[in-house]
């Protein structure tokens, strides 16, 4: 029954680096794509409302939360060491990227507000506003999210040595619970043997009278 629950396990099981390179860059763009929508009116790299720290609901909906999905997603990947979870995580920052590039087409009929426009002089920078805010950032974090799901669908000769580590650490414990503990019996007291030579000795020594 162990060995089942091992071989399960380890199939499972990864080593942290397996996706650490990418979650780190997922975890960047996330707080990026969620904090530059109020952090950029400081240096004139913004979207109307030109303003510090103007909440939206249309920025809830189009930066804030696939921001926040990015970076849950990116942690998922950089800290777990179960493949499940991790490609949990590599799924989440998939959907939040694709939503960054579509969520402005999907908020007119959606309901869910207006992001602006971008606060441009000049169309070399409303293109540049465009890519890192919402398209050229989504794309990225698609591809790096696949990027990692590519690298955790396979099972590398190093993820059979992990596993085989992790399972012989786990199954060390439960085989000594298998093992009944034999306590010793209670020495009972020798019998008291009868000296039949004692006997014969004093029948003999009667004898003798």
Do not use: C
Request: no cysteine.
């Amino acid at each position: 029954m162990s060995d089942t629950r091992a071989h399960r396990g380890g199939r499972l099981q990864m080593p942290r680096s397996r996706g650490a390179a990418s979650g780190f860059l997922l975890i960047l763009l996330g707080i990026w794509g969620g904090l530059i929508p109020f952090v950029g009116p400081y240096f004139d790299f913004a979207f109307s409302p030109d303003r510090e720290w103007a909440w939206t609901a249309a920025r809830g909906w189009l930066e804030v939360l696939p921001g926040v999905a990015t970076a849950v997603g990116g942690f998922l990947l950089l800290s777990s060491r179960n493949r499940f979870t991790a490609m949990l995580g590599g799924w989440l920052t998939v959907l939040a990227g694709a939503w960054f590039v579509v969520g402005r087409a999907l908020a007119g009929p959606l309901g869910l507000g207006d992001v602006g426009t971008p606060v441009a002089a000049t169309e070399t920078k409303r293109v540049a506003l465009d890519l890192a805010y919402f398209y050229g950032l989504g794309a990225l974090i698609i591809f790096l999210g696949a990027l990692a799901l590519g690298r955790l669908s396979i099972r590398s000769a190093r993820d059979v040595r992990y596993a085989q580590r992790s399972a012989v650490t786990t199954t060390e414990p439960e085989a000594s619970d298998d093992v009944t503990e034999i306590r010793p019996a209670e020495e009972e007291p020798e019998p008291r043997h009868r000296s039949w030579g004692g006997m014969f000795g004093r029948g003999g020594r009667l004898a003798h009278r």
